[in-house]
């Protein structure tokens, strides 16, 4: 596997579900980031971890949970969530936090519908 | 406010024709501005990054260009493939880092 992997692809779960998004870097990178993608809005930053320390949480509801084990892992995980929070989530890692010639990559993807 | 704008929302050409997507931010301070191309059911993929300095980029068919002072981007696509059909991403970085700023997209459709 190369670059950045998400699992699964696709997931629909109701509203009393708990699910886990799984995200896996295989570039070395230092910093990695979970974003939110809806239709037609620009991407939602949602947490941010550098070296394994979450430095940043953007008013995301306390439903979605965020782990980082290592650096080449980031979790999402999900509880009670909300038909709004149907989406495309996206995972991204870079070489350094924030740096700003570092190109974030990101991986494919999880479909998510809340029922 | 820091936001990228873009437009059109979305466009459809037929095949083998040019297009050009455009880009304006408000950003400031400025270091960069890449362009991302994000295929259905993938994640986005760099296509260009520009610094203040540069004026234009070209990536095989696809040509960027900023103009720093207006604060204005945009990508041309030239004798657009069927494979062009994705959503176009306009993304600005501050200067010193920071979060980056992401436009909305462009949808991209091109017929035969």
């Known amino acids: 596997e190369t670059g950045v992997t998400q699992t699964p692809r696709h997931l629909v779960m109701g509203m009393t579900n708990k699910k886990s998004l799984k995200c896996e870097q295989h570039?070395?990178?230092?910093?990695m980031y979970w974003y939110k993608q809806s239709a037609k809005k620009p991407l939602e930053l949602m947490f941010v971890y550098s070296l394994e320390e979450r430095v940043e949480n953007n008013s995301v509801p306390s439903r979605f949970s965020p782990e980082c084990p290592n650096s080449s892992h980031l979790f999402l995980h999900l509880h009670t969530l909300q038909p709004e929070d149907s989406a495309l989530y996206l995972c991204a890692s870079s070489q350094d936090l924030f740096a700003p010639y570092n190109e974030q990559f990101f991986g494919p993807g999880t479909r998510l519908t809340v029922l | 406010k820091n936001q990228v704008e873009q437009s059109p929302q979305s466009l459809i050409i037929l095949e083998g024709k040019n297009c050009t997507l455009q880009c304006n931010y408000t950003v400031s301070p400025f270091s960069n501005l890449r362009w991302y191309k994000q295929d259905t059911g993938r994640g986005p993929v760099s296509l260009t990054i520009?610094?203040?300095?540069?004026n234009t980029k070209s990536n095989g068919r696809y040509t960027a260009t900023l103009d720093a002072d207006t604060k204005q981007s945009s990508l041309h696509i030239t004798a657009s493939q069927l494979s062009d059909s994705a959503s176009y991403i306009c993304?600005?970085?501050?200067?010193?880092?920071?979060?980056?700023?992401f436009g909305q997209g462009t949808e991209l459709s091109v017929k035969p």
């Open positions: 570039l070395g990178h230092n910093a």
């Open positions: 993304v600005v970085s501050p200067n010193q880092g920071g979060k980056l700023i």
């Open positions: 520009m610094t203040f300095s540069e």
